[in-house]
């Protein structure tokens, strides 16, 4: 009998640290995951469609974070998109997120709320459907 299919992340931070912990810690909660710290890669590698959750940092190097979600939405795969921020986001912040598709605003450096944020992606509504006017 085959084993099920585990849910395939892809981790986008600029930290090389936080790359290794967050795999570390969602490949121990049962995700497959890849890495990488670009943008540019980042969406080269969602083409491939193999992937069902976006779990991406706020700042990237490469690319300011509404530049790069605004591509990913035009991607003809879309994947869940939760997003990690340092900072409590606000109001106007948690809208423009909401406006660019993604699932989830989570606090980048509480792994719980993290895991937790991606173990739900595929069962919770994303925010943008979620009637945020």
Request: hydrophobic share 45%.
């Amino acid at each position: 009998m085959e084993a099920p299919k585990k849910n395939t992340v892809l981790i986008v931070d600029n930290s090389a640290d936080a790359l290794l912990t967050l795999q570390g810690v969602l490949e121990k909660a049962g995700f497959d995951t890849q890495t990488t710290w670009s943008g540019r890669e980042a969406l080269a590698l969602l083409t491939s469609g193999e992937f069902d959750v976006l779990l991406v940092d706020d700042y990237l190097p490469d690319l300011h974070s509404g530049d790069f979600l605004t591509q990913v939405a035009m991607l003809p795969i879309q994947p869940w998109i939760v997003v990690m921020q340092a900072a409590v986001p606000t109001a106007d912040q948690l809208l423009r997120y909401a406006s660019l598709g993604t699932s989830g605003v989570v606090p980048k450096h509480h792994l719980a709320e993290v895991c937790k944020a991606v173990a739900t992606c595929c069962v919770a509504e994303p925010l943008a459907n979620a009637g945020v006017d």
